[in-house]
C-alpha cells in the first residue's frame, strides 16, 4: 500500500529534495508552506508543474508550525505513516534579531508536531514515525573533535538553544510515549537549491555575477570558520533511511571532512579561474555575536546501523554549486542588457547597480 508523508518546511532546500526522493519511491506526499506575499515554492516548481504529480500524489496545505490546529488538522485528514519536520527559521545570524521567533518555529513548532502525533496515536492507536531535524549547530562550542552523537552540547545561538530544545523533547517523547521518533543530527549541507544568504550559496552566487560584471565585490564575515559541507540530495537519503529503522535513534550526518570559508570561497573562485582575493572583503556586520569556530561530524553510527555513507565530497559539491550559479548569472546578464535597453537612462526598478552589495542581509 501507498505510504503517506507529510513534511513541515517542504518549501525549502531539504524539503525539496525530499519530496523528489519519496516520491521517486512511490509516497504520496502532503506538505505545509506559510502563506506568503510573494511565490515561496520555486523549489518544487518542477513536480507543481507537473500534472501527473500536483494534486495527485504531491499536495501542498497551507499552515504554519506555530499554529497546532495547523498540524493536528493535517494528521487527522491524510493519516501520515510518517512526519518529517524540516520546517525552522533556520537562518543562525537572523536567529540574534529575531530569537524569539525563532524559538516558537523551531522549538514549539516541533513540541506542536509531537504533541498532535501522541494525541493521535492515542485516540486512534494508530502509529506515525517522526523525523527531527536536529543541528550540529547544537555542538556549538565543540567539546570534542569530531562530534559524534554522544558528544555534550553546547549551543552559541538562539537557533542553536531551539535546536537543542526539540532535540530533547523528541527524545523524551519517543521515552514517555512509545513514539518512533528519530533525530538527524545533520551537519551543513547544500546545494544549488541552498537559500542564497548561506556562506556557501552567497559565494557561488557571486562568483558567476562577478564573472558577468553584474557585482564588484562580495561582502562576508568571519572567513576561518571551519564547517564539515555535504550535499543535501544524499542527507536527505539518510532521513528517510532512519525512519524506516524497526527501532528509533538519533544519527550524527557528515562527511568527516571539513575546510574554512575562506578555502571554499578559493576554490568557488578558481573554477572560473579567478583569485577569490581580488573581490572578497570583510564586512564585520556579517561577524555573530557567538561564532561556532568549527563543526566536523564523525558519522560511523549512520555508516554500521543505517549503511549511510556520503556520495558527494566537497569539491564535486562546489563545482555543482558554481556551475548552476553560473548559468544563473548568465541570465542575469541577459535581464540586465534587457533592463538597461528597456530604460536607457537607468531609472528602472529595481535598479542595476554595479557598485551595489548584491545580497542585503545576512
Ligand atoms: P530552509 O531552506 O531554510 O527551509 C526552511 C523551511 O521551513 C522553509 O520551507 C520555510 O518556509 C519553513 N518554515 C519556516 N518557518 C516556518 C513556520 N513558522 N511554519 C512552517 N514552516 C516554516 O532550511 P533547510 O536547509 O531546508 O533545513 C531544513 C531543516 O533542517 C531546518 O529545520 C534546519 O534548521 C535543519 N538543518 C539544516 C541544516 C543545513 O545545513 N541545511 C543542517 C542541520 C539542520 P518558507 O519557504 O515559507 O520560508
Ligand atoms: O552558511 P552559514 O550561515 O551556516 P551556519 O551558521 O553554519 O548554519 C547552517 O548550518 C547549520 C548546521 O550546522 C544549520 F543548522 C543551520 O540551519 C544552517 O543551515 O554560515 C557558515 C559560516 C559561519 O561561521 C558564518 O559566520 O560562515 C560564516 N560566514 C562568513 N561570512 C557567513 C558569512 N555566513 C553567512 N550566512 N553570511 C556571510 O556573509
Known amino acids: 500500500m501507498k505510504k503517506i508523508a507529510l513534511i513541515t518546511g517542504i518549501s525549502g532546500q531539504d524539503g525539496s529534495y525530499l519530496v523528489d526522493l519519496l516520491l521517486s519511491k512511490g509516497y504520496e506526499v502532503h506538505g505545509i508552506i506559510r502563506r506568503s506575499s510573494s511565490f515561496n515554492t520555486q523549489r518544487l516548481e518542477h513536480h507543481i508543474q507537473n ?6 500524489t504531491l499536495f501542498l496545505h497551507y499552515g504554519d508550525l ?13 493519516n501520515p505513516d510518517e512526519i518529517y519536520n524540516l520546517g525552522a527559521q533556520s537562518h543562525v545570524r537572523v536567529s540574534f534579531d529575531i530569537p524569539v521567533y525563532t524559538g516558537e518555529t ?11 502525533i501522541k494525541n493521535y496515536q492515542t485516540t486512534t492507536g494508530k502509529k506515525i514515525r517522526y523525523y527531527q531535524a536536529s543541528s550540529s ?13 554522544t558528544t555534550p552540547f553546547y549551543p552559541r545561538s538562539p537557533y542553536g538553544c531551539a535546536k537543542v530544545y526539540a532535540h530533547y523533547l523528541t527524545v523524551n517523547y519517543r521515552e514517555s510515549y512509545d513514539i518512533h521518533a528519530s533525530c538527524g ?15 556557501t ?12 560584471g553584474l557585482q564588484k565585490k562580495l561582502y562576508l564575515g568571519n572567513l576561518d ?8 540530495g544524499d542527507y536527505v537519503e539518510a532521513m528517510w533511511m532512519m525512519l524506516q529503522q524497526d527501532t ?14 575562506r578555502e571554499f570561497c578559493q576554490k568557488a573562485f578558481a573554477r572560473y579561474n579567478m583569485n577569490y582575493e581580488h573581490y572578497v572583503e570583510i564586512d564585520e556586520k556579517y561577524y555573530r555575536p557567538a561564532e561556532v569556530d568549527q563543526l566536523l561530524g564523525d558519522y560511523t553510527k549512520a555508516k554500521q546501523k543505517l549503511g549511510w555513507e556520503p556520495k558527494t565530497d566537497i569539491d564535486s559539491l562546489i563545482n555543482m554549486m558554481t556551475d548552476y550559479d553560473f548559468e544563473l548569472s548568465k541570465r542575469d546578464y541577459m535581464i540586465h542588457i534587457h533592463d538597461n535597453a528597456l530604460n536607457p537612462t537607468g531609472s528602472s526598478f529595481p535598479p542595476h547597480d554595479k557598485n551595489k552589495k548584491f545580497i542585503l542581509e545576512s
Not at 550559496?201 to 558577468?212: C, E, L, M, N
Request: glycine share 8%; hydrophobic share 35%.
Open 248 to 261: 528509533p535513534d538519533d544519527y550524527v550526518i557528515a562527511t568527516g571532512k571539513m575546510i574554512s570559508v
Open 201 to 212: 550559496r552567497k559565494i557561488t552566487r557571486a562568483v558567476g555575477r562577478i564573472y558577468q
Open 137 to 149: 549547530e547544537m555542538f556549538g562550542k565543540v567539546q570534542e573533535v569530531p562530534q559524534k552523537e
Open 66 to 78: 506555530t499554529d497546532y490546529t495547523t498540524v493536528e488538522k493535517l494528521i487527522y485528514r491524510y
Open 185 to 199: 543530527i545533520l551537519f551543513n549541507h547544500e546545494s544549488p537549491r541552498r537559500g542564497e544568504t548561506f556562506v
Open 51 to 56: 500534472p501527473e504529480v500536483y494534486n495527485k
Open 225 to 232: 570558520a571551519l564547517r564539515d559541507w555535504g550535499f543535501a
Open 106 to 116: 523551531v522549538g514549539i513548532g516541533s513540541l506542536n508536531v509531537l504533541e498532535a
